[in-house]
């Protein structure tokens, strides 16, 4: 589902340098990335979604070159393909939580807002226990319930591919388990793929697989 090639980044600025040779993902499995702070897991991440574009090589995700694509194109591949749980939620502070998790369905024509999505978007917030706080604005949120809101925008528009990007990070051990099975759920439902960067190592027994990004640099497998 996720297969990348040669690939080298680099950033404009900065000594950080990213080279993978060969690293696959298959449908609907269920893996961790794992490592040291500064690693380049977000990094990863971020190529993947196509937010950012290697300088050689290529990602594909399902059928599409995703670094082939043209700006608009990767931007509409991203908003109906990939749900990404940022690391720091990106959630826009002048919206209220419902706006924000329907905010993919209003800056692309490639998804439809209706009444359909509506509901679901309402039922996902209720499973995810921020239904009653649909019409609060998403600054007024503890740090647990904003990443619910992110991770209800992420799974929304039913994507293929979850990019969660510590979305467990900072909850306490409960509502670590609860968010992880909502995950889990979502990708069942909908045969999804999911990558989870994560730091919790009492969660790796439940993926399919784990990739440590560290010793994985030397050659990703
Ligand atoms: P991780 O998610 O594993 O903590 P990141 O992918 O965020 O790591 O970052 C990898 C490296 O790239 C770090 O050294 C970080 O400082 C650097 N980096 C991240 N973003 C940028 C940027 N926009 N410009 C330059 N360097 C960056
Ligand atoms: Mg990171």
Redesign the pocket.
């Given at each position: 589902m996720i297969h990348i090639q040669q690939l080298q980044f680099q950033?404009?600025?900065?000594?950080?340098r990213?080279s993978i040779d060969e690293f696959s993902i298959t449908k609907g499995s269920k893996v961790a990335v794992i490592?040291?702070?500064?690693?380049?897991?977000?990094?990863?991440l971020?190529l993947i979604a196509g937010i950012m574009t290697p300088l050689k090589g290529t990602v594909s995700v399902g059928d599409t070159q995703v670094s082939g694509l043209d700006d608009r194109e990767r931007r509409d591949f991203r908003i109906t393909n990939i749900g990404f749980v940022f690391?720091d939620f990106e959630l826009l502070d002048y919206l209220n939580v419902l706006d924000n998790v329907l905010h993919p369905f209003r800056i692309t024509g490639a998804l439809s807002l209706d009444g359909e999505a509506r509901a679901r978007a309402t039922n996902l917030a209720q499973e995810m226990g921020i239904g009653d706080k649909l019409k609060r604005n998403s600054n007024d949120l503890s740090h647990g319930e904003k990443q619910r809101v992110a991770i209800c925008r992420a799974l929304l528009p039913q994507p293929k591919i979850i990019l969660a990007?510590e979305a467990t990070g900072n909850l306490d051990p409960d509502n670590k388990g609860l968010i992880l099975d909502l995950l889990f759920q979502s990708v069942e439902d909908h045969g999804a793929t999911l990558l989870a960067?994560t730091h919790d190592y009492e969660l790796l027994r439940r993926f399919d697989r784990v990739v440590d990004?560290k010793q994985s640099q030397e050659g990703m497998n």
């Amino acid at each position: 589902m996720i297969h990348i090639q040669q690939l080298q980044f680099q950033y404009p600025t900065g000594e950080f340098r990213l080279s993978i040779d060969e690293f696959s993902i298959t449908k609907g499995s269920k893996v961790a990335v794992i490592g040291p702070s500064g690693s380049g897991k977000t990094t990863l991440l971020n190529l993947i979604a196509g937010i950012m574009t290697p300088l050689k090589g290529t990602v594909s995700v399902g059928d599409t070159q995703v670094s082939g694509l043209d700006d608009r194109e990767r931007r509409d591949f991203r908003i109906t393909n990939i749900g990404f749980v940022f690391q720091d939620f990106e959630l826009l502070d002048y919206l209220n939580v419902l706006d924000n998790v329907l905010h993919p369905f209003r800056i692309t024509g490639a998804l439809s807002l209706d009444g359909e999505a509506r509901a679901r978007a309402t039922n996902l917030a209720q499973e995810m226990g921020i239904g009653d706080k649909l019409k609060r604005n998403s600054n007024d949120l503890s740090h647990g319930e904003k990443q619910r809101v992110a991770i209800c925008r992420a799974l929304l528009p039913q994507p293929k591919i979850i990019l969660a990007d510590e979305a467990t990070g900072n909850l306490d051990p409960d509502n670590k388990g609860l968010i992880l099975d909502l995950l889990f759920q979502s990708v069942e439902d909908h045969g999804a793929t999911l990558l989870a960067v994560t730091h919790d190592y009492e969660l790796l027994r439940r993926f399919d697989r784990v990739v440590d990004f560290k010793q994985s640099q030397e050659g990703m497998n």
